[in-house]
């Protein structure tokens, strides 16, 4: 008989963490190594948002997830709140590669590191990012914008060129990422089991991404759920056909919307 829980078997342990919430499942982590080891291998989702400095406009948001609020912001600098950002989303990201399925997060921008972070999650099958578009609600230098926007044009890339996940990805969410139609093609043209792709304020993906979806990528025939809002998309007729190529698309059920 085991005289404590960690005499218990890994695959015994592994049952019972999937029962227990984030929070519960981070505070064992803190008991020990070999805790903290078994609780990471183990935290298969990992749901943050870093709120904007002015929290307004992401307060909604945030309480539906583990949100970093930064004390007296103002008071720093922007490239040292900015440093701060990266540091912390690479550190839990990479602290739970090993075995994380999902990942939901809320950040200013996708940087560099924070998307060589993401592209190495091994077992990652649900992605979901928010860009938080409201650059007044950061309170960002005029000079930093054009860096920002130029770092996120490359983090993209990096995703769609090296993402260890991309062949199995089953659901993506992008909301407010200034991806363009062919970084998204890069994304999921090897990815043959995608059931859901969401994408809003994505204002860069114009209508030549239907030709992509509908006649030329081999995962359209799992596409289940199709969800696109607030894009510059439009539906016509050469759209209208592309669908068509969606075969396993369930319009009926309101899983393709056009807001």
């Known amino acids: 008989m085991a005289n404590c829980l960690l005499d218990l078997p890994p695959e015994i342990l592994a049952e019972i963490f999937k029962v227990l919430s984030v929070r519960s499942i981070l505070r064992f982590s803190q008991t020990c190594r070999f805790a903290r080891r078994l609780a990471n291998s183990n935290l298969h989702t990992v749901s943050l948002a870093v709120q904007p400095i002015h929290s307004g406009a992401a307060e909604q948001y945030c309480s539906q997830k583990h949100c970093v609020r930064i004390?007296?912001?103002?008071?720093?600098?922007?490239?040292?709140?900015?440093?701060?950002?990266?540091?912390?989303?690479?550190?839990?990201?990479?602290?739970?590669?090993?075995?994380?399925?999902?990942?939901?997060?809320?950040?200013?921008?996708?940087?560099?590191?924070?998307?060589?972070?993401?592209?190495?999650?091994?077992?990652?099958?649900?992605?979901?990012?928010?860009?938080?578009?409201?650059?007044?609600?950061?309170?960002?230098?005029?000079?930093?914008?054009?860096?920002?926007?130029?770092?996120?044009?490359?983090?993209?890339?990096?995703?769609?060129?090296?993402?260890?996940?991309?062949?199995?990805?089953?659901?993506?969410?992008?909301?407010?990422?200034?991806?363009?139609?062919?970084?998204?093609?890069?994304?999921?043209?090897?990815?043959?089991?995608?059931?859901?792709?969401?994408?809003s304020g994505c204002k860069f993906i114009g209508n030549d991404i239907w030709d992509f979806l509908g006649y030329e990528w081999v995962g359209r025939i799992r596409l289940q759920s199709l969800h696109i809002a607030e894009s510059c998309w439009s539906l016509d007729e050469s759209s209208l056909k592309a669908i068509g190529g969606l075969t396993d698309l369930q319009v009926g059920g309101r899983t393709f919307a056009r807001l």
């Open 71 to 199: 004390l007296n912001a103002h008071t720093y600098d922007y490239k040292v709140l900015f440093m701060f950002h990266n540091a912390l989303l690479t550190s839990v990201v990479t602290r739970h590669a090993d075995g994380l399925h999902t990942l939901d997060l809320s950040i200013w921008t996708l940087t560099m590191p924070i998307a060589r972070a993401i592209s190495r999650l091994l077992a990652l099958r649900d992605l979901s990012i928010r860009v938080e578009d409201d650059l007044y609600a950061r309170a960002v230098p005029r000079s930093h914008i054009a860096v920002e926007r130029r770092e996120q044009d490359s983090a993209w890339n990096l995703l769609g060129q090296k993402a260890a996940w991309r062949t199995r990805l089953q659901r993506l969410k992008i909301q407010n990422g200034d991806l363009n139609s062919k970084q998204l093609t890069k994304l999921l043209e090897h990815s043959r089991c995608c059931e859901e792709l969401w994408l």
